[in-house]
């Protein structure tokens, strides 16, 4: 046995005293870290998690309020790309209907202007038309005066003219009287 006891004290796998009051110690060790020093540990490592848990929640949430936000975003953006269209065409419209009325006021504008004008030149037309007459009468008397005093002059002259004004006067009778039979 002696020999068994030499064996036994020269192998490490073979527990003794001194292993067996090691792992008592160790286990106590383990018995006070589980018992005093884990859940002081474990707390805050649980804070942390739950602090990490509640991120990821606040992460997912702003990620599907940002989703929302884009598509509102994109839908705004369409819609003022609507009303922009729609803004431009009015305006367009508005333009051409403004452009219809100024052309219509300016052809309006055009035409009393002529009338006017022509208002104005048939006016002027008459008063020429009334001075010439006047003229032309008054240079007609007078050039009848100079004639009637030259052909006066000479008494065979005067039958003359006489007999061709009463001729032509004859003649102008029976031009008429053929023209209307």
Known sequence: M???TELA?????????TFIAEFIAFLLI???????????VEGPLRERQEIIRKQMEDSDEA????????????AALVEAREEAAQIREHARAEAQRTIEELRAQALEEQARII???EEQLAT?????????????????VELSEKIIDQRLSDDAQVRATVDSFIAGLEAQDIAQAGSQS
Do not use: C
Request: charged letters at 30%; a positive charge.
């Open 2 to 4: 002696a020999h068994h």
């Open 9 to 17: 004290a020269g192998n490490f796998l073979v527990p003794n005293a």
């Open 30 to 40: 383990l018995l006070i870290i589980a018992r005093y020093i884990l859940p002081r």
């Open 63 to 74: 990620k599907r309020k940002l989703a929302e936000a884009e598509e509102k975003y994109k």
């Open 115 to 117: 009338a006017r004008g």
């Open 124 to 140: 002027q037309r008459n008063a020429i038309v009334r001075e010439l007459r006047t003229e032309i009468g008054t240079l007609a």
